[in-house]
């Protein structure tokens, strides 16, 4: 990154502006695309824009760790596996990547339900505030880290999981009637346990490094974005096939199959808007893994740039595109969210001079 050093507050403060960014393009492009085409907007189906927003990211992601040839990570070691050679990091990151392949898409099938969107975004943002405060206590007892948890971080959970609970308090009678959808079920438990498996060997591997064995997070997203894109692949070409050999039939994938089969207009712009999805992979994974921080510290960082990040593009989607304002809810919200950055911030100073002193962290 420009001119910081690699675990720095300064680093980490790019890694959050850059997330914040593609993440409000990213918040804007949904609006946009899913917005009515009564209303000049291109007016897609959720599952369709899913699929083209999906290729344009993964294939830009993809394309980048490729040429950069980022797959060429450090190791603690080697293995041999069916006569293949490979890091043993490759046991667990690849089982990561497949846990990714499962976050992208069930993220946008939520609010393809006939469910409460605002109950399962606050499902989803509050899982991996509280995902990542479990991973720190399992990986403490087990010995894996080292290092404790602040006092502040723990506060700014609390915080952090009041501002997503806020919405709860609008949310109208019959706003959990998901609990009674099967396939809301499962789709929200898929990514919630999927994000405790990412999440979980992410802080693995950032724990376990060897003695002057470099955390590779360039590295480890080449090889989970490898894993995602196979997968991603196997299964939706299980989808495209899936009514006429399974006899599978449902709007969800009738959709998807008519994404590709019969593209409708604007979906190479949607490709396109994709790629700012892909880049927020980039920095969300480089802030989940960020050097000597904790899961607590990481998943709230992430968490609370991207809320910000959200409540930012229904701002500038209202001021441009004459989209709605934000509510009551996302103000009364955004207050609890700063007051978990400013215990956050009050963290990331104790834990940086901590480094510091440990030499784990060059001065700047």
Same mark, same amino acid.
């Given at each position: ?8 507050t300064?680093?980490l ?26 209303l ?27 040429a ?18 490979m ?16 976050i ?33 206590f ?11 948890v602040?006092?502040e971080?723990n506060?700014?959970?609390?915080? %952090?999981?009041l501002? &997503?609970? #806020?919405?709860? +308090? ?5 706003? !959990?009637?998901? $609990?009674? @959808?099967?396939?809301?079920v499962?789709?929200?438990s ?13 802080n693995?591997?950032?724990n ?9 997070n ?26 006429q050999?399974?006899g ?32 927020? %992979?980039?920095?969300? &994974?480089? #802030?989940?893994? +960020?050097?000597?921080?904790t899961?607590? !510290?990481?998943? $709230?960082? @992430? ?17 441009f ?15 609890f ?8 911030s ?13 030499r ?5």
């Amino acid at each position: 990154m420009l001119r910081t050093k690699d675990g720095s507050t300064g680093r980490l403060l790019q890694l959050c502006v850059f997330y914040f960014i593609f993440y409000v393009i990213t918040g804007i492009s949904v609006k946009y695309f899913l917005g009515s085409s009564e209303l000049g907007f291109p007016g897609m189906g959720n599952v369709q824009y899913l699929f083209y927003s999906t290729t344009g990211g993964t294939l830009f992601a993809l394309g980048i760790v490729l040429a950069l040839r980022w797959y060429k990570m450090q190791t603690n070691g080697y293995i041999t596996f069916m006569g293949i050679r490979m890091p043993e990091e490759f046991v667990y990151i690849i089982p990561s990547g497949v846990c990714t392949a499962v976050i992208i898409p069930t993220t946008t099938l939520m609010y393809s339900l006939p469910i409460s969107v605002m109950v399962a975004m606050v499902i989803m943002r509050g899982s991996v505030i509280i995902i990542s405060r479990i991973v720190d206590f399992l990986q403490i007892r087990s010995g894996i880290l080292k290092k404790k948890v602040y006092r502040e971080e723990n506060i700014a959970v609390i915080f %952090a999981i009041l501002a &997503v609970l #806020i919405n709860l +308090f609008w949310i109208k009678e019959g706003g !959990f009637d998901f $609990l009674y @959808n099967t396939a809301a079920v499962v789709i929200l438990s898929s990514y919630i346990v999927s994000y405790f498996i990412r999440i979980y060997i992410m802080n693995y591997y950032k724990n376990t490094r060897g003695k002057n064995i470099k955390q590779d997070n360039k590295g480890f997203f080449a090889v989970e974005q490898i894993a995602a894109f196979i997968t991603l692949v196997i299964v939706g070409t299980i989808l495209f096939y899936s009514p006429q050999y399974f006899g599978w039939e449902n709007p969800q994938i009738n959709e998807f199959t008519g994404a590709i089969l019969d593209p409708v207009k604007d979906w190479g712009w949607a490709i396109f808007a994709g790629t700012a999805f892909g880049a927020v %992979a980039f920095f969300s &994974v480089f #802030i989940f893994m +960020f050097k000597g921080r904790t899961a607590t !510290f990481a998943g $709230l960082v @992430n968490r609370l740039t991207s809320l910000i990040a959200g409540t930012t593009a229904t701002l500038i989607f209202y001021v441009f595109f004459g989209g709605n304002f934000p509510t009551v809810e996302d103000w009364v919200s955004l207050v609890f969210i700063l007051a978990a950055v400013a215990f956050i911030s009050k963290a990331e100073k104790k834990r940086s001079a901590e480094l510091k002193l440990s030499r784990e962290l060059d001065e700047e």
